[in-house]
């Protein structure tokens, strides 16, 4: 398995403010995942992960607003950018071990705008 | 394009029942892996099983057992003798061979024990 460390665990938020998520692993990963599971929802992948180069990202989802570093092969960041009400929701990272790999999640990170 | 259905939102059982947890999958590849993952009322979701598309053997492991078929895309969770502890939503994901590591990930059935 693999421990994945998330902060902030919880955030309220202003409209319009923007917030970054970091996630850290205990081991090195090649790809990593950011989820949203939005209230009594199922997981959505935001983007996929990649050190050295640009993530890449699911329908619906741009860079613009949802920014993603990845400066080595155990840590990341996601930043919520200019945040709405909508935007509320679960932040989950995760990574796969092996190939195909189960995904291993990280406790999220429950965002609430006001 | 890949596709899981949980058609059972929310199941509520007594404790000691069995309860089956269904699953329907759609791929294209044929090579591909399906999963199902626990998330209970703290929120993190935990790995419970993978099965690979070539192996359609079933699996019990204690009181959760798991039973793929090819020829109905389906991999059905039960669990015997349910409990408490085993309220949780329960989420059933595939991965295919060919898209670059991305699980889809189905709506989740709510699984409710009562005492």
């Known amino acids: 398995s693999a421990v994945i460390s998330q902060k902030p665990s919880r955030d309220i938020c202003q409209r319009g403010t923007s917030l970054t998520i970091q996630c850290q692993v205990d081991s090195q990963v090649t790809m990593m995942f950011w989820y949203r599971q939005q209230p009594g929802q199922s997981l959505t992948l935001i983007a996929t992960?990649?050190?050295?180069?640009?993530?890449?990202?699911e329908s619906g989802f741009v860079i613009d607003k949802f920014p993603i570093s990845r400066p080595n092969l155990t840590f990341s960041t996601l930043t919520v950018s200019n945040m709405s009400p909508e935007d509320s929701s679960i932040y989950l990272c995760?990574?796969?071990?092996?190939?195909?790999?189960?995904?291993?999640f990280g406790e999220g990170s429950r965002l609430t705008v006001l | 394009a890949q596709k899981v259905t949980q058609a059972q939102t929310e199941i509520s059982v007594v404790e000691k029942e069995d309860v089956t947890l269904d699953c329907v999958y759609e791929?294209?590849?044929?090579?591909?892996?399906l999963f199902w993952y626990k998330q209970p009322p703290s929120g993190e979701l935990v790995f419970l099983i993978r099965?690979?598309?070539?192996?359609?053997q079933n699996e019990i492991s204690g009181r959760y057992s798991w039973n793929f078929q090819k020829s109905t895309s389906s991999f059905n969770f039960t669990i015997t003798a349910s409990q408490v502890v085993d309220s949780a939503v329960y989420f059933c994901a595939l991965k295919g061979g060919t898209n670059a590591g991305k699980s889809t990930f189905g709506d989740g059935t709510t699984l409710t024990v009562k005492p």
């Open positions: 995760s990574v796969g071990r092996g190939d195909p790999g189960e995904l291993f």
């Open positions: 791929t294209r590849d044929t090579t591909y892996y």
């Open positions: 099965r690979n598309s070539f192996d359609e």
């Open positions: 992960a990649n050190q050295g180069s640009e993530a890449t990202y």
